[in-house]
């Protein structure tokens, strides 16, 4: 019977790695093809018009310039072209001063990797600089000198801007991913929070504030999603009228960040007046009202967000800030029926939290204070 279990298990568990596999194939297709086209393009302009041999650095290069990391572009090629022209220097000065052999081969490894670090915190940077500075320890130059790798790179990473700028995705496409999946955890953050207080349940604020915490990668990863699609923006002609709209989300990302941030404190504080019974139940009921009404006006935020319409954003976030703005003008202990200390410090530290959706919404930071009630 266990083994029965077992083996349905393992049945389960290999289809959905094929199908999650297969989905991941086939939302790369594109970026595949580009990044072959780009690698044999490099590759054969390197070996058939300048007549370098083997040029494997113009293919490799121009793979790592592309790849599917969220790094921009621009830098990932400068780290290549660069750590590749310093790797061969150093070698070089080493390998006249120490000879060849392994022992000098490691001290050479050594000092690169240091000097890279020192100099940089790209790990691609690193990476060129160290294999380059071994490579010309290790093995013979290339016919036409050392730094014909160094060219073979730069030659790469030209190819890789080219690809970038006549065939560019749409660079709004991640981010709008990224921050429909941000305010939803954050919706839903309020919502456990509202549900923990209807239920009397601390454990259930403790899981909301884990899971207000386990945002912040999602923040971190937008804000290198919104560095590349910005490089992407301004080289690309095609997507340059999208700027004003990157730096919107950009600006927009910083206080949803903030909100976050407050989430988590009020969460942390929620899970102390539910275990000291600090509200009565007319409060619970009147905050968690105010919670799940702030989590549904973030879901008409997220949809002005993320909408590809300037028109349609426009009106939903027109309304999320007029939702929004509703809520806050409630957010008094007395008006929320609270009488403990405790509990007012509750609705004190969601204040803050209201302020930062405004501002996340468009409203303006002095306009945002001002809707709130005066203490």
């Known amino acids: ?128 600089l160290g294999l380059q500075s071994l490579l010309v320890v290790l093995l013979p130059a290339p016919a036409g000198g050392p730094f014909t790798r160094s060219l073979d790179a730069v030659i ?18 991640e981010p709008r991913k990224d921050v429909q999946k941000i305010l939803h955890e954050l919706a839903e953050v309020l919502r456990e929070c509202a549900k923990a207080m209807i239920d009397s349940d601390s454990t259930t604020a403790w899981h909301a504030l884990i899971r207000g915490r386990n945002c912040q990668p999602l923040v971190d990863r937008m804000r290198q999603t919104l560095r590349a699609s910005g490089e992407v923006a301004t080289l690309a002609p095609a997507h340059r009228r999208h700027r004003d709209e990157l730096a919107g989300l950009e600006h927009s990302l910083e206080y949803i960040d903030l909100a976050l941030r407050n989430s988590r404190v009020f969460a942390r504080r929620l899970t102390s007046a539910i275990n000291h019974a600090a509200l009565s139940d007319e409060a619970i009921e009147s905050i968690s009202e105010v919670l799940q009404e ?44 609270v009488q403990r200390l405790e509990g007012e410090t509750v609705v004190m530290l969601f204040r803050p939290l209201m302020v930062d959706l405004l501002e996340a919404s468009g409203m303006e930071p002095d306009e945002a204070r001002a809707v709130l009630p005066a203490l």
């Open 1 to 128: 019977m266990a083994a029965a279990k077992g083996f349905s298990a393992s049945k389960r568990f290999l289809r959905a790695r094929v199908r999650t596999g297969l989905v991941r194939s086939r939302n790369s297709l594109t970026p595949a093809l580009q990044m072959t086209v780009c690698a044999v393009g490099a590759y054969a302009f390197a070996e058939y018009v300048l007549g370098h041999q083997g040029p494997l650095f113009a293919a490799t290069s121009s793979l790592i310039a592309l790849g599917f990391s969220r790094d921009p572009r621009l830098r990932r090629v400068i780290e290549v072209g660069l750590g590749c022209t310093l790797g061969i220097v150093v070698g070089d000065l080493l390998l006249h001063w120490l000879g060849a052999g392994i022992w000098q081969a490691a001290i050479v490894l050594l000092f690169s990797i240091l000097l890279a670090r020192f100099l940089d915190s790209g790990t691609i940077f690193t990476t060129q």
């Open 156 to 173: 790469g990473g030209v190819f890789a801007l080219l690809v970038t700028i006549l065939v560019p995705k749409d660079p709004r496409r």
């Open 294 to 337: 702030t989590a549904a006006a973030i879901d008409e935020m997220t949809i002005g967000l993320s909408e590809q319409s300037e028109g349609t954003r426009r009106v939903h976030l027109r309304r999320a800030r007029n939702e929004l703005s509703d809520i806050a003008a409630r957010l008094h202990p007395k008006m929320l029926d």
